[in-house]
């Protein structure tokens, strides 16, 4: 028979070890999204980025954003910046 100040260590002992498979997972979880998030990205990037570099001839930075094939960058900045105000939140509301 196991004291009581032993099963209390045992019990402690399990504890964290289910805390830290728990930690992990979400580890997994999280780099496996991220990887996925990424990987969408550069999808995208090549999929509305366009061939036509023809910017180089506009001068103000601003006005680039309003090339023909300027769309598809903005358009995967914005889905990125959705992605990162979404994940931001997530995290945070996990925390607490």
């Excluded at 830290?20 to 999808?43: C, M, N, P, V, Y």
């Amino acid at each position: 028979m196991r004291t009581h100040e032993e099963r209390k260590i045992l019990l402690h002992r399990r504890a964290m070890e289910l805390e830290r498979d728990h930690t992990r997972a979400e580890l997994r979880e999280s780099a496996l999204a991220s990887l996925t998030l990424a990987f969408s990205l550069i999808f995208a990037i090549g999929w509305f980025g366009g061939t036509d570099h023809a910017l180089s001839s506009m001068s103000f930075a601003g006005t680039s954003l309003l090339g023909e094939s300027a769309g598809g960058y903005v358009l995967t900045a914005v889905i990125s910046f959705a992605a990162a105000v979404v994940i931001t939140v997530l995290c945070i509301k996990k925390r607490k």
